[in-house]
């Protein structure tokens, strides 16, 4: 079984503060791909990293791709409360097979 | 474009009924995808269709769920007889190259 690991899997912190989620595997990915999701929703795609070591920004959010391309992660810096929401990561094996994390729910207070 | 088109949005149903959930999906998108999000197991993905045939059906979960994609702009899932372990959000999603776009989703309620 292909595992993707999201940590953590709940993460609430106060407006202004920076926050990292993790997405860990032994398997290697074609690319890597997190989406977000709110409350009656479905995921809404942020960002696709597909080469190793390659880091993509979108706004506060940065997202780095591992060497390796076993592992990615995501840097919110200066967090706002529209940030709150279901973080997804999702690893690609073939041309649909998508490995989910199980998700990490973060919640920003004002 | 709408995006991913799902309904209904909500449905409460009694245990053994049929339900048939709908999606129409983004027009030039040639795989369409069906998921089931619990909060015990995330996002499951039970049938993957390209250029309407199903290629992947592994994760349909038993002979009580069925898909169908009769054209490009069209797809249902049908459970028959619903049980109250159905219960969850199904999730259909298009997607052309990278990336998927999914549909606001179908909260299903077997009691």
């Known amino acids: 079984t292909q595992l993707l690991e999201q940590s953590p899997q709940f993460l609430s912190i106060q407006e202004g503060e920076n926050l990292t989620v993790y997405c860990n595997s032994s398997?290697?990915?074609?690319?890597l791909q997190w989406y977000r999701q709110e409350p009656g929703e479905g995921p809404v795609l942020l960002v696709t990293?597909?080469?190793g070591g390659e880091v993509k920004k979108l706004k506060r959010l940065t997202f780095q791709f591992g060497d390796a391309r076993k592992d990615s992660s995501l840097h919110i810096t200066a967090a706002q409360t529209g940030d709150t929401g279901l973080y997804l990561c999702?690893?690609?094996?073939?041309?649909?097979?998508?490995?989910w994390g199980a998700g990490t729910k973060l919640i920003i207070k004002p | 474009d709408a995006g991913v088109i799902q309904s209904p949005r909500h449905e409460v149903t009694e245990m053994g009924q049929e339900v048939t959930l709908r999606c129409k999906p983004i027009?030039?998108?040639?795989?369409l995808f069906w998921y089931r999000q619990t909060m015990m197991r995330g996002l499951e993905l039970l049938i993957y269709?390209?250029?309407?045939?199903?290629?992947?059906d592994s994760g349909m979960p038993e002979d009580r769920f069925s898909a169908k994609m009769p054209n490009a702009s069209f797809s249902t899932l049908k459970i028959q007889p619903s049980e109250p372990r159905d219960s969850a959000v199904y999730f259909c999603?298009?997607?052309?190259?990278?990336?998927?776009?999914f549909g606001s989703g179908t909260r299903l309620t077997v009691v």
């Open positions: 269709f390209n250029n309407n045939v199903p290629i992947d």
């Open positions: 027009s030039g998108h040639n795989s």
């Open positions: 999603a298009s997607s052309s190259f990278v990336g998927y776009t």
């Open positions: 398997s290697v990915f074609s690319s």
């Open positions: 999702a690893g690609e094996r073939s041309n649909y097979q998508l490995i």
């Open positions: 990293v597909v080469t």
